[in-house]
Structures are given as structure tokens and as C-alpha cells.
């Protein structure tokens, strides 16, 4: 049972079942459609980083009454997406009197663009998270007679991948920890089950650090064709560790490594269709970004024992 201090809040669906709610859901609703107008042509300044929602970016908005858009109404709708599948969370100052909120969103916000009824809303909520559960979330709550599931905490940590029990003899399981700006960016998006977005945050950071190492403003697979050296322009990032007759031959394969990942991994997560990824192959992609931010840290400590010689 909740204690005295806990903080209680209400689902959509409770909402809907309150009296004297209208104004604040349809508030909800505009700022679901503001989002997911702005999703599509944000850029972000650092990887990884969200969009925002804020109380401004309400002012103006076609089909909602300006005289509505009190801090009450404003908070009371905030609170209600604060843990709705359609946002990523967010935040509002803590102290009193001081009226400040954002929400958090990603790609996962565009097919709610056009909702503006809570039917039309339902209907898409039932669509990107299945119906069982929306439904299951929409009734009223009952005593069951099952025993409760005991379930584990969600470490709020980088996540160590590791591969799950193949159980034959000889079987190999292999743990890691991920490079440390892979796990910055992705270890929320992870920890929350949002894999594709974790895959995409990675490959992003990794893109992000090639581009300033070299200093250019290419993206994707020509970036990487620029700081790998296609022929005959010379390599301007090495991120080799053979010598000899084996150096050229691995520079290549680095240089058509780091282009795959930017066409086969990250280009689909940033400009097709907002899919799923299944979590062990999104442990395997999470280690391999991982893998190549390792490589690119040869570089960087290339420069750094350089900077520093006499």
C-alpha cells in the first residue's frame, strides 16, 4: 500500500473516468501532436540527446483554446505524460511556486501526430503497444487470486550484456562491460526497454566522435570513407593494431566496418520505419559500437602522446 509521503498519479485512462477532466486531456492531446510535429526536424546538439517539450511550445497551437492553457491544466497534462509510452519521461522544477516542466520524446512520438480525440489516441496506443495491454490498462483494477510475480529490479547502471545459457557442454557465454560513451548515451534507453533507441544512440555517439576527430560535417558512410582514407586519398583516423604486411589490409577492414555499421545499423534507426529490436541482437549490436568507440580510443591516444612530446 502506498505511505503517507508517496506521490500518486493518474494513467490517461484513469483521467478519462475522472469528472471535470475534459480540458486537461485535451491539453494532453495537443501536446501529443505538438511532439510529434517536432520529432521529425529536430537535431540534436550532443548524440544521444532527446527533444524536448515545453510549456511554450504550447502557446499558438491550432485547436487549443488559449484561455485553457493554465499552469494547473499545463501541469495536470504534463503529469499525465509524464508516464505514457508515447514520451520518454521528463522533469519539472521541485520548487514551489516555480511553474516548469519538459517532456522527453523520440522517433516513437510520430504516430501519434495526428491524434486529436482520445479515441484517436487509444487507437494508436493500441497499435505501437499491443492491444492486450492497452486494454489491460484501461480497466478498472481487480483482486486476483495469483500469487504476485516476483520480479527483479531494473538496474539503473550501465548494462553488462551478456549471452544468454546456450546449455549444451561447451557452450560459450561472454560478458562485457560497454566503452564508456556507449553506455552513456544508452544505458536509460536499455534499462527502459527501448532497445531500438539504445542501437541508435550508440551508433550515433560513435558517428558524432569520428566526425570530430576529423573535423568534417559528413555523416554516415561517406564521413567514415573520409576518416578511414578512400583510395587514394590518404587515412586521416588509423585505428590499427597489426604492423607490417598485415597494416594495410586491416586499415581496410576497419574502414569498411565503421561504413557498414553507419549503413547497415545506423542509417535504417534514423531514417525508416520506427521498428523493434529484439534484445539479444541488440546486445550484440551494443557490443559491437562498443567495439568500434575502443578503436576510435587508439586514435585519440595517438594524438595525446603526440601533443605531449617534446
Excluded at 9 to 19: D, E, P, R
Excluded at 58 to 86: I, K, Q
Excluded at 179 to 194: K, M, T
Aim: hydrophobic content about 35%; aromatic content about 8%; charged content about 25%.
Amino acid at each position: 500500500m502506498p505511505q503517507g509521503a508517496d506521490e500518486l498519479s493518474l494513467t490517461i485512462a484513469g483521467a478519462a473516468n475522472c469528472t471535470d477532466t475534459g480540458q486537461v486531456i485535451r491539453v494532453f492531446l495537443a501536446m501529443v501532436r505538438t511532439a510529434g510535429t517536432i520529432e521529425p526536424h529536430y537535431q540534436p546538439k550532443e548524440p544521444g540527446q532527446l527533444p524536448e517539450l515545453r510549456p511554450s511550445d504550447l502557446r499558438g497551437v491550432y485547436g487549443v483554446d488559449p484561455g485553457s492553457l493554465t499552469d494547473e491544466v499545463m501541469y495536470g497534462a504534463f503529469a499525465l505524460g509524464l508516464h505514457e509510452t508515447c514520451f520518454r519521461g521528463g522533469s519539472h522544477s521541485p520548487d514551489p511556486g516555480v511553474f516548469g516542466w519538459s517532456l522527453n520524446f523520440d522517433r516513437g512520438i510520430r504516430p501519434y501526430a495526428g491524434v486529436h480525440s482520445l479515441g484517436d489516441y487509444w487507437r494508436v496506443r493500441a497499435r505501437e503497444v499491443g492491444r492486450a495491454r492497452t486494454e489491460a490498462e484501461s480497466q478498472p483494477f481487480q483482486k486476483s487470486s495469483e500469487p504476485e510475480p516476483d520480479f527483479a529490479p531494473i538496474p539503473a547502471a550501465r548494462p553488462l550484456i551478456t549471452t544468454p545459457d546456450m546449455g549444451p557442454a561447451g557452450a560459450l557465454s561472454v560478458t562485457c562491460s560497454l566503452h564508456p560513451l556507449i553506455a552513456e548515451v544508452a544505458a536509460e534507453r536499455y534499462n527502459g526497454g527501448f532497445y531500438y533507441d539504445a542501437v541508435r544512440s550508440a551508433f550515433q555517439a560513435v558517428e558524432h566522435r569520428v566526425a570530430v576527430l576529423v573535423g568534417a560535417t559528413e555523416v554516415g558512410e561517406r564521413l567514415m570513407g573520409i576518416a578511414f582514407g578512400a583510395k587514394p586519398d590518404p587515412p586521416k583516423i588509423t585505428v590499427t593494431r597489426f604492423t607490417g604486411s598485415s597494416l594495410e589490409s586491416e586499415q581496410n577492414g576497419m574502414q569498411f566496418l565503421f561504413k557498414g555499421a553507419m549503413g547497415a545499423l545506423r542509417n535504417p534507426r534514423m531514417h525508416g520505419p520506427d521498428e523493434k529490436d529484439a534484445r539479444d541482437e541488440a546486445d550484440e549490436m551494443l557490443v559491437f559500437a562498443s567495439f568500434l568507440m575502443r578503436r576510435l580510443d587508439i586514435e585519440d591516444e595517438k594524438r595525446k602522446a603526440g601533443s605531449s612530446a617534446p
